[in-house]
Structure formats: C-alpha cells, structure tokens
C-alpha cells in the first residue's frame, strides 16, 4: 500500500508560528500512513520515545526500551509495542483507548529520526496498539552521533525523586546534557490537526541557560514545521525528558513555556 500526504497537516497553533516566524507554511511530507521504510526503521529500533497527556492535560514524555524487533508494524497505519518492553510505570497507567500519543524512533548511530503520532487503540497482553495518523522523518541535524546499549545492569530498577525546584543534580544533567527531548500537546482534542507530538532537541553542552527554574532553549532552524513551537501557542504545558547516557538515570520536567 502506497503512502498518502495529509493535504492539511498543521492546525491553527503551527500555522500561526509560520507566520509569527514569517517564513509562510512551508512545503511538507506529513503522511496519513507510514512509508515501508518508516516501518522498518521502527522494528529495528531498541528504544523509541513517546509522549501523551496525564489526567490533567499536561504532556508527560518518556522513552520505552526492549530488543530489536518489541516494535512492529502489522500496516501501514499501525504500530505494535510489545509487552515485553520496559517501561516507565508511571507511564503505562496513562495509556487507555483513545489517548493520543506521540512517538519518535531515533537511532544516534546514524543520526535517523521518524516521528509518529496518532492514538492507543488498546494496551492488553500483548503490548500497546497505535493507530498512526500522522508519519514523517526530520533531518539529521543537531543528533549527537553515539553509541547506546539498553542491556540491563544492576542500576536498571531505581526510585523515582519528586521535587518542584531544580536540584544541583538536576542542573548537571541539563548543562551536560547535548540531547533532550520535549512533549508538546495542542489541548484541544477536536481541533483540525489535534494531538500530541514528542520531538528531539541537541546542541553543545551549555546549550540550555538555566536560571532558577527558568530555562532557555534556544530553536535551531530545522523543517519550519514548527510542531513544538505551534502546540506551545495553543497549550503552553510542556514536558521535557533528559536521558544521563552514562548512568541510565532519566530526569523528567513539567512545566509552563
């Protein structure tokens, strides 16, 4: 089966950021339906991340884990995360019928990057079911080039730490860190082009100012479809996940752009 292009992609918060940016709404590849090659990236992943929203609306970002193969694509409009993958338990508990999620495949080796997004059509005994509304790729740039092994160790089960101000721990992570990824929501379920979209950030160490509890990102240029930046007009909550590579810890930030 062939892929089609959505003729109408963005939706009012996207279209408004390709005006306020003044580049007008650029040329796209956002299909309805993956690509063969798009599925076939995705099954040969050993990590994805994903992003949807918690009970209260506010995106919550995570990434998913398991040996090459826990993710497959039965058509060219689903895909399968099987029930062997390691989660994050507080991430599961989000995932009923209906909720829409974001995904990204990414594999640093060679700088590749497919997103997905659509909605959970179930989460049963064999794994989380996603009907995929949205397919399209992104550019290579700003992905740190590395080499990322999921094998588990004796630091693979750990306690989660809540806080509401950002520890010293947590500030290292973010100045060290060359790569994040950040969850974005557009709010509104029944707005033309609604939904939930996950997206990787990268640049050198430093790259993230931090002050107090503020942090300022600078936008690269990239695609100019300004997914992140559009769902941020229309629901300014977002949620930010940063990966420690050489431990494995995972720190998780929710707040108002």
Request: hydrophobic share 35%; net charge negative; with cysteine.
């Amino acid at each position: 089966m062939s892929s089609s292009l959505n003729p109408q992609p963005f939706h009012v918060g996207e279209l408004r950021a390709h005006g306020a940016a003044g580049t007008g709404t650029p040329g796209f590849a956002i299909r309805e339906m993956m690509p063969d090659q798009h599925r076939q990236f995705f099954s040969s992943l050993r990590f994805a991340m994903l992003a949807t929203t918690d009970n209260d609306g506010w995106p919550v970002a995570t990434i998913v884990t398991g040996p090459q193969g826990f993710i497959s694509s039965d058509d060219p409009q689903s895909l399968r995360i099987d029930a062997t993958a390691h989660w994050q338990e507080s991430f599961t508990s989000l995932l009923s019928a209906d909720k829409a999620i974001g995904m990204l495949g990414i594999e640093f080796s060679t700088r590749r990057r497919n997103r997905a997004n659509g909605y959970v059509t179930a989460f049963d005994k064999d794994g989380l079911h996603v009907h995929v509304e949205q397919s399209f790729g992104n550019c290579p740039k700003y992905i740190q080039a590395r080499d990322v092994s999921n094998e588990k160790n004796d630091h693979s089960a750990s306690s989660a730490e809540f806080f509401t101000d950002l520890s010293d721990e947590a500030k290292k992570i973010i100045d060290n860190a060359d790569t994040f990824f950040v969850a974005t929501a557009s709010g509104n379920d029944t707005m033309h082009g609604s939904g939930v979209d996950i997206s990787h950030r990268g640049g050198m160490p430093g790259f993230i100012r931090i002050d107090g509890n503020t942090l300022t990102i600078p936008d690269f240029v990239g695609n100019r479809y300004f997914n992140t930046l559009g769902n941020m007009l229309v629901e300014p909550r977002a949620a930010l996940l940063f990966i420690d590579f050489i431990t494995g810890d995972l720190l998780h930030l929710q707040g108002r752009t």
